[in-house]
């Protein structure tokens, strides 16, 4: 039961920051909205930053889960890089919410600690498409130069992302994606 309840947090918490208008996210409000008192909440998690953390994490296990699945079920590094830059669009354009926790503007005014570790994940999905690019550096005999690449796509996905939320959500992060593809992955 209690682990039903923290996860609807997060639920509602998620939904709100869904909100086109960016309204800072209270406990008051978020506590309205699941129709109990802020104590409710606080017997969950010790504090917002507890309940943004367990958004991060939600974020980190379905993403990582996703890439991790392509490394070891595509052989092809560059068709890997093309995967996992198409899932963590799509994974943005079906949790809008989360797109404004991964670009950091949910996380503004909140714990210092949340954005180092959203700057972590950036890190760790830039170290992923950097082996994937690698291997493609091996299988094809071209330079790639992985580090440069790997930043340069890293960066794109990021935009796409901020663009995604700075829209209200209009501006849908697998617009172009096919043609941007072929310029970033092929180019």
């Given at each position: 039961m ?5 996860q ?26 699941l ?5 409710a ?15 991060i ?32 669009l ?17 996380l ?17 999905v ?10 493609a ?45 072929s310029m970033?992955?092929?180019?």
């Amino acid at each position: 039961m209690a682990g039903e309840r923290k996860q609807q947090i997060l639920e509602i918490l998620a939904k709100m920051l869904e909100a086109p208008k960016h309204e800072k996210i209270t406990t008051a409000a978020l506590a309205a909205r699941l129709e109990v008192s802020e104590a409710a909440l606080y017997r969950h998690f010790a504090s917002k930053a507890q309940m943004f953390e367990g958004l991060i994490e939600f974020i980190e296990l379905s993403l990582f889960g996703l890439l991790n699945k392509i490394s070891s079920e595509e052989e092809e590094g560059l068709k890997q890089v093309r995967r996992m830059l198409t899932v963590m669009l799509l994974f943005a354009e079906k949790n809008p919410g989360m797109t404004r926790v991964l670009i950091g503007d949910a996380l503004v005014n909140e714990d210092d600690r949340l954005q180092a570790r959203i700057n972590q994940l950036y890190d760790r999905v830039e170290s992923t498409l950097k082996q994937s690019l690698r291997i493609a550096e091996a299988q094809t005999g071209r330079t790639l130069e992985p580090e440069a690449q790997a930043n340069l796509l890293l960066c794109f996905v990021i935009g796409r992302w901020q663009q995604f939320a700075k829209s209200g959500f209009k501006r849908k992060p697998m617009e172009f994606m096919q043609q941007q593809l072929s310029m970033l992955v092929n180019g």
